[in-house]
């Protein structure tokens, strides 16, 4: 479709092709008539206790057979609990992100019991940990902090602690006696 008026030519513009596959038991798939230029394959491996993790590559077609490994994370797990009590925090949101691509994000989710577990790529990371405060109103409690995941272990561990937070409460009290105002 034309674009009227526009002032940008458009003749190399990007475009997406998705095409899902699966591989066979050996592990292959193939694209078939591809146009020439350059892909980016992703890779989803199932839910897996290995730790492949989604990969990506970009490839220029036309090429020879092209071999693609998975990337394999580190296994990551902790607790996150309230500093002044102890006690796990369930449903709290861990956010990852690389600190060399903040967009390469990744999420996990802690259990009833505070404690969470996933595979992450080694590297250096900033962590988000998120969650509503009934008690509060629903307020978001938050609580960040960077790590690092080194590449020659397979299992990493460490807590986040929610710092207890004394927090501000007024009360509209009536001039003459003193009682609270609803």
Same mark, same amino acid.
């Given at each position: #479709?034309?674009?009227?008026?526009s002032? *940008? ?9 998705? *095409?899902i596959?699966?591989?066979?038991d050996?592990?292959?798939?193939s694209f078939? !008539?591809?146009?020439?230029?350059? +892909?980016? =394959?992703?890779i ?8 492949? $993790?989604e990969?990506?590559k970009?490839?220029v077609v036309?090429t020879?057979?092209v071999t ?6 580190? #296994?990551?797990e902790? !607790?996150i609990f ?8 369930s449903?709290v949101? $861990?956010?990852?992100? #690389? #600190?060399d691509?903040?967009?390469?994000? $990744? +999420?996990?989710r802690?259990n009833?019991?505070g404690?969470?577990?996933?595979? =992450?790529?080694?590297?250096?990371w900033? +962590?988000?940990a998120?969650?509503?405060? *009934?008690?509060? *109103?629903n307020? =978001? ?8 995941l080194?590449?020659n272990?397979?299992a +990493?561990q460490f807590?986040?602690s929610?710092k207890g937070r004394?927090?501000l409460k007024i009360v509209?009290?009536d001039a003459?006696?003193l009682?609270?105002?609803p």
């Amino acid at each position: #479709r034309s674009l009227e008026n526009s002032t *940008k030519d458009i003749a190399s513009a990007p475009f997406k092709i998705k *095409k899902i596959l699966e591989t066979d038991d050996n592990g292959l798939f193939s694209f078939r !008539n591809l146009p020439a230029g350059t +892909y980016t =394959v992703t890779i989803r491996p199932a839910p897996n206790d290995q730790g492949y $993790l989604e990969t990506r590559k970009s490839i220029v077609v036309p090429t020879a057979p092209v071999t693609l490994a998975l990337e394999q994370g580190i #296994r990551l797990e902790g !607790n996150i609990f309230m500093e002044n009590t102890g006690l796990g925090m369930s449903n709290v949101t $861990l956010k990852l992100a #690389r #600190r060399d691509d903040p967009l390469s994000e $990744l +999420y996990l989710r802690t259990n009833h019991e505070g404690h969470f577990s996933g595979f =992450v790529p080694p590297g250096d990371w900033n +962590y988000f940990a998120s969650t509503i405060n *009934k008690e509060r *109103k629903n307020a =978001v409690e938050n609580q960040e902090g960077i790590f690092t995941l080194p590449d020659n272990c397979n299992a +990493y561990q460490f807590n986040i602690s929610f710092k207890g937070r004394d927090y501000l409460k007024i009360v509209a009290r009536d001039a003459e006696n003193l009682s609270p105002i609803p």
